[in-house]
T-cell receptor, first 115, second 113 residues
Framework: KAGVTQTPRYLIKTRGQQVTLSCSPI?????VSWYQQTPGQGLQFLFE???????NKGNFPGRFSGRQFSNSRSEMNVSTLELGDSALYLC??????????????FGPGTRLTVL | SQKIEQNSEALNIQEGKTATLTCNYT??????LQWYRQDPGRGPVFLLL?????KEKRKERLKVTFDTTLKQSLFHITASQPADSATYLC????????????FGSGTRLLVRP
């Protein structure tokens, strides 16, 4: 099976712009979670989608949003970018049939730089 | 609030020795705990999950213990190899208004040949 894929791998934006990141989970996985990783804050949970619905949410401002499509692919959007949004954004998938985070399969991440 | 602590200093050991990494948590009682490995520029890779009713779990050269009284997990790599050099993260599920997986900051392991 192909692993989790994320596009693009690298992105440079300027403050105030918005950005959309994409994630394709492992085939058959219905749960997709997004994380932000920075040197200062580590790996932080953004949100989780299951069957096109946001099932869980972390403590990030409303500028961070996401959605999931019927084929389980997910997108994450950040509006009005700030310098502090520079980070590695990771997507992870799992079977998700129960509300459990057993064995998360992570993608390679999208490195976002905000100038 | 809940907190997960991993040693922020890198652990530097000689090839062949056993590496032991620590994960301490406070203010809650997770149903399970996970360990991941992360290489630079890549996403974390799942290694092991141990449940609250399990004291120990093994997988090849890896061993994890879970002490719910001490609120601590130990992660051991026996007969370590330079290829084991990476950052190791522990993660625990947490429920407040949402159910989420919280990660520790990770400990970097360096195995010298």
């Amino acid at each position: 099976k192909a692993g989790v894929t994320q596009t693009p791998r690298y992105l440079i934006k300027t403050r105030g712009q918005q950005v959309t990141l994409s994630c394709s989970p492992i085939s058959g996985h219905r749960s997709v979670s997004w994380y932000q990783q920075t040197p200062g804050q580590g790996l932080q949970f953004l949100f989780e989608y299951f069957s096109e619905t946001q099932r869980n949410k972390g403590n990030f401002p409303g500028r961070f949003s996401g959605r999931q499509f019927s084929n389980s692919r997910s997108e994450m959007n950040v509006s009005t970018l700030e310098l502090g949004d520079s980070a590695l954004y990771l997507c992870a998938s799992n079977h998700g049939t129960t509300q459990s985070y057993n064995e998360q399969f992570f993608g390679p991440g999208t490195r976002l730089t905000v100038l | 609030s809940q907190k997960i602590e991993q040693n922020s200093e890198a652990l530097n050991i000689q090839e062949g020795k056993t590496a032991t990494l620590t994960c301490n948590y406070t203010n809650y009682s997770p149903a399970y705990l996970q360990w991941y490995r992360q290489d630079p520029g890549r996403g974390p890779v799942f290694l092991l999950l141990i449940r609250e009713n399990e004291k120990e779990k093994r997988k090849e050269r890896l061993k994890v213990t879970f002490d719910t009284t001490l609120k601590q997990s130990l992660f051991h790599i026996t007969a370590s190899q330079p290829a084991d050099s990476a950052t190791y993260l522990c993660a625990l599920p947490f429920m407040d208004s949402s159910y989420k997986l919280i990660f520790g900051s990770g400990t970097r392991l360096l195995v010298r040949p």
